[in-house]
């Protein structure tokens, strides 16, 4: 038994799984105290007979979660038979004191033993009480007789009906489970689909579109390679050329694709390289990366925000025109904010672009959705003239349920 039992409704269940314990205690120890004001020639035997069934009742509490089935048995037994004993030797005045301490037993064999046992116990209780009630009157005395009865079966039916209920919420519980379980796989395949268009994209609008620009290039110079072999050359050239420039891009496309280094570096250092790479990349001239806080972040949100960091730098890169960005990462025991920050031309948030000014909020609607996914939220703060300011919060999830490799 807990030396304090827990607040709220785990508690207050505690304390009612406990009543009835108590109410045993009470009324036997209440019964023996009116049996030494009483005297008389039964009452050592009686006195004796009650200290060995709290002795049984309190040494069966104390191993319940080591008491294998038949031990239970015995216990529920040994408990109705000392039990009786004493009901049947008190005097009348003790009679029903005694008799009231049927309700707990009949609890106690509800806990302990099936259903077909249990009932049997409790017709054993029934038996023993209207017997010795109806005896002890000497006649039918439905005060006697009918209320400890009544009392002792009232308690079985509310019993039966906690079961029915604790069982019915379990099965409930079991179903949210479920549900939570597929709509979390639901989840992840929503996210591998959105990736893989992602990525798809991402491909055919450098890889794929250069392989066949440089195909036909190639086809052409194949052409012209003995009667203009200098347009032939030409056209090799444009090929090299473009090959270069897109193997870049095809490299930043490949570190776009492994997550698992945030895994293994943790998000902050992630993000730090990240910046580092930006930097030397000529995303603009000056990118600076900070992190304050600590504290645990799932690998998938800290995925999210690394991707939600690269959509930025890129945004920065092919729109701002920035001379300083700064990257700053705060990590709280609640949350994890991200801020991303440049001092470029900015925009008017939702407007759309134009030929000579496109809109860069084209990956904003991307990164909103990805970091809803993990409920949080992002938050565009630009003017034209006065750069570009994107404040991404996710709160921290809880980690039983995430991948051992969660980042720090």
Do not use: K
């Amino acid at each position: 038994m807990p030396d304090r039992l827990p607040s709220g409704p785990r508690g207050f269940r505690l304390r009612l799984e406990q009543a009835p314990h108590l109410m045993f205690f009470v009324m036997l120890g209440a019964a023996v105290v009116r049996l030494v004001e009483l005297g008389g020639a039964l009452c050592v035997d009686m006195v004796l007979v009650s200290a060995l069934l709290t002795l049984v009742y309190s040494a069966g509490l104390a191993v319940w979660q080591r008491l294998v089935r038949a031990g239970r048995h015995g216990w529920v037994v040994a408990l109705l038979g000392l039990w009786a004993v004493l009901v049947l030797l008190a005097p009348q005045p003790l009679t029903m004191a005694y008799a009231w301490c049927g309700v707990p037993l009949a609890l106690a064999a509800l806990r302990a033993l099936g259903q077909r046992s249990a009932v049997v116990a409790v017709a054993v209780i029934t038996v023993v009480l209207g017997g010795r009630l109806i005896g002890t009157a000497h006649r039918f005395d439905p005060e006697m007789g009918l209320i400890p009865v009544a009392a002792v079966w009232g308690t079985v039916a509310l019993y039966r009906v906690q079961q029915r209920d604790s069982a019915e919420r379990r099965r409930l519980i079991e179903e949210l489970r479920g549900t939570r379980a597929v709509l979390a796989r639901q989840q992840r395949q929503a996210g591998v689909l959105a990736e893989r268009t992602r990525i798809a994209r991402d491909l055919h609008d450098t890889l794929a579109q250069e392989l066949a620009g440089g195909l036909m290039l190639l086809q052409a110079a194949e052409r012209d390679w003995e009667g203009r072999p200098e347009a032939a050359r030409t056209r090799v050239r444009a090929v090299a050329d473009g090959l270069a420039a897109h193997l870049t891009e095809t490299r930043r496309i490949i570190h776009g694709l492994t997550p698992s280094a945030v895994a293994e570096t943790g998000l902050a250092e992630s993000l730090r390289r990240l910046c580092e790479r930006a930097e030397a990349e000529g995303t603009a001239a000056r990118v600076r990366f900070r992190h304050t806080g600590r504290g645990p972040v799932d690998e998938d949100t800290a995925t999210a925000l690394l991707r939600v960091t690269q959509s930025a730098l890129a945004n920065v890169r092919e729109h701002a025109h920035a001379v300083h960005v700064r990257v700053a990462l705060r990590q709280l025991a609640d949350r994890v904010e991200l801020e991303v920050a440049d001092d470029g031309m900015g925009f008017v948030p939702g407007t759309p672009g134009t030929a000579d000014r496109p809109a860069r909020g084209y990956g904003l609607p991307a990164a909103r959705a990805r970091l809803r996914e993990h409920g949080g939220e992002l938050h565009v703060t630009s003017a034209p003239g006065g750069g570009t300011r994107i404040h991404a919060v996710v709160p921290v999830r809880s980690l039983t349920a995430a991948s051992p490799a969660a980042v720090r």
